[in-house]
């Protein structure tokens, strides 16, 4: 059965299922042909550039389900499913698995938040895809019984990803150091931030695998960013629409280093919605903005900071060895109270991931790809 096709100047017009009449650009069409695409590296492999005219058909017609194009001065047939087409028909970004709506939480988190064993991760794939999930909505969980090594770290980022080298290294060590470089290094308070704001693209997901926690005092400070912003707008929109809307400069300077970024303390999607924040007063550079627009960022900067200190967000517990909390390092801000480095051992092998990757292996893992 065949139903007519409307071929016009720029492109054409075929009825879909639903009975829609849709629209769809030559150029669209040619570039998108299946076999533009190699099925082994499912990359593009027709380049459009090449076209010495503008594509258009030479014939048209819909049978048995499908859109089928002979394309003028080409000798090539194109072949197009007319669900596929109405996928595409109204110009509406692909649908996207990885795209789960966050929910924030609070200080009363610490119970609730998704725990997942090592070994069981490991194990089973579809269990790694719940964990993804996790961070993709909560942004925050805690791997549990990981072997007091070097490589069970590795082992899990790579579940989700590659491991993010940043100007610390591949990893670092969270322990007190002779000559420190950083105030996590210390058994000093950490107050509560965001992890390498001083580079371009801060990394996406943080790791802190805990191998020894004797000490005295330490106790680890954990909050949503998503939902302190989000109260922020609430109650002092003026406040958010300056935090939202204004770069600000941060750094790590030391021995061959000089790394700067400017970066927004709360980050937006492409929604409006808030999708993290960035903060850490030991990374801030001095604020290089015109001092009379400093009299209402000042204030707002502020507000933010007291906001995230409140008890209403903050998770306080311990974590022990053998766990390692994983978190979306443009989302939860984190800190740790003093502690007394003569009491015990306390010692947290850390690295990074990116959320990208982590998005990738969760689509990866929970659909069917489309060239499957």
Same mark, same amino acid.
């Given at each position: 059965?065949t139903?007519p096709?409307t071929?016009k100047d720029?492109?054409l017009?075929?009825a879909l299922?639903?009975?829609?009449?849709a629209y769809?650009n030559?150029y669209?069409?040619r570039?998108?042909?299946?076999t533009?695409?190699?099925p082994?590296?499912?990359?593009?492999?027709?380049d459009?550039f090449h076209?010495?005219?503008?594509?258009?058909?030479s014939s048209a017609h819909?049978?048995?389900g499908?859109l089928e194009?002979?394309w003028?001065?080409e000798n090539?047939?194109?072949?197009?499913?007319?669900?596929w087409?109405?996928?595409?028909?109204k110009g509406?970004r692909?649908?996207?698995?990885a795209?789960l709506?966050?929910?924030?939480?609070y200080?009363?988190?610490?119970p609730k938040?998704?725990?997942?064993?090592?070994?069981?991760?490991?194990a /089973?794939? $579809?269990? +790694?895809a719940?964990?993804? @999930?996790a961070?993709l909505v909560?942004g925050v969980s805690? =791997?549990?019984?990981?072997p007091?090594?070097?490589?069970?770290?590795?082992?899990l980022v790579?579940?989700?990803?590659q491991?993010?080298p940043?100007?610390f290294?591949?990893y670092?060590?969270v322990?007190?150091?002779?000559?420190?470089?950083?105030?996590a290094y210390?058994?000093?308070?950490?107050?509560?931030?965001?992890?390498v704001?001083?580079e371009?693209l801060?990394?996406?997901?943080?790791?802190l695998?805990?191998?020894?926690?004797?000490?005295?005092?330490?106790?680890?400070?954990?909050l949503?960013g998503?939902?302190?912003a989000?109260?922020l707008?609430?109650q002092?929109?003026?406040?958010?629409k300056?935090?939202s809307?204004t770069?600000v400069?941060f750094?790590f300077?030391? /021995?061959n $280093?000089? +790394?700067?970024a400017?970066? @927004?303390v709360i980050?937006l999607d492409e929604?409006?919605? =808030?999708?993290?924040?960035t903060?850490?007063?030991h990374?801030a550079?001095v604020f290089?903005l015109?001092?009379h627009?400093?009299?209402r960022?000042?204030?707002a900067?502020?507000?933010?900071?007291r906001?995230?200190?409140?008890?209403?967000?903050l998770?306080?517990f311990r974590?022990?060895?053998g766990?390692?909390?994983?978190?979306d390092n443009h989302?939860?801000v984190?800190g740790r109270?003093?502690?007394s480095?003569?009491?015990g051992?306390r010692?947290?092998r850390?690295t990074?991931?990116?959320?990208?990757?982590m998005?990738s292996?969760y689509?990866?893992?929970?659909?069917?790809?489309r060239?499957a």
């Amino acid at each position: 059965m065949t139903s007519p096709v409307t071929v016009k100047d720029k492109g054409l017009e075929v009825a879909l299922p639903s009975g829609e009449l849709a629209y769809f650009n030559h150029y669209w069409l040619r570039d998108n042909c299946s076999t533009s695409f190699d099925p082994e590296t499912r990359e593009r492999v027709f380049d459009i550039f090449h076209l010495a005219q503008p594509p258009h058909p030479s014939s048209a017609h819909v049978a048995n389900g499908a859109l089928e194009i002979v394309w003028s001065g080409e000798n090539h047939t194109s072949r197009y499913p007319l669900g596929w087409l109405e996928s595409y028909s109204k110009g509406e970004r692909r649908a996207d698995p990885a795209e789960l709506k966050r929910v924030s939480w609070y200080g009363d988190h610490y119970p609730k938040m998704a725990r997942f064993a090592h070994a069981d991760l490991m194990a /089973d794939r $579809q269990l +790694v895809a719940q964990w993804l @999930r996790a961070m993709l909505v909560e942004g925050v969980s805690l =791997v549990t019984e990981m072997p007091d090594s070097d490589q069970a770290l590795t082992d899990l980022v790579k579940l989700m990803g590659q491991v993010r080298p940043t100007f610390f290294g591949d990893y670092f060590d969270v322990r007190t150091h002779i000559a420190p470089t950083n105030l996590a290094y210390t058994a000093k308070a950490l107050e509560l931030h965001t992890d390498v704001p001083a580079e371009d693209l801060a990394p996406g997901v943080q790791f802190l695998h805990c191998r020894a926690n004797s000490v005295e005092g330490g106790e680890n400070l954990f909050l949503d960013g998503l939902a302190v912003a989000n109260d922020l707008r609430e109650q002092f929109p003026e406040d958010f629409k300056l935090l939202s809307e204004t770069a600000v400069p941060f750094y790590f300077e030391h /021995d061959n $280093q000089d +790394v700067r970024a400017r970066q @927004r303390v709360i980050e937006l999607d492409e929604n409006g919605d =808030v999708s993290g924040v960035t903060i850490s007063q030991h990374m801030a550079d001095v604020f290089d903005l015109p001092q009379h627009f400093m009299d209402r960022y000042y204030p707002a900067f502020c507000r933010f900071g007291r906001m995230l200190q409140a008890d209403k967000y903050l998770m306080r517990f311990r974590i022990a060895a053998g766990e390692c909390i994983v978190f979306d390092n443009h989302r939860i801000v984190h800190g740790r109270s003093a502690y007394s480095a003569t009491s015990g051992d306390r010692y947290l092998r850390g690295t990074y991931a990116d959320r990208g990757e982590m998005r990738s292996t969760y689509r990866a893992l929970t659909s069917k790809g489309r060239f499957a």
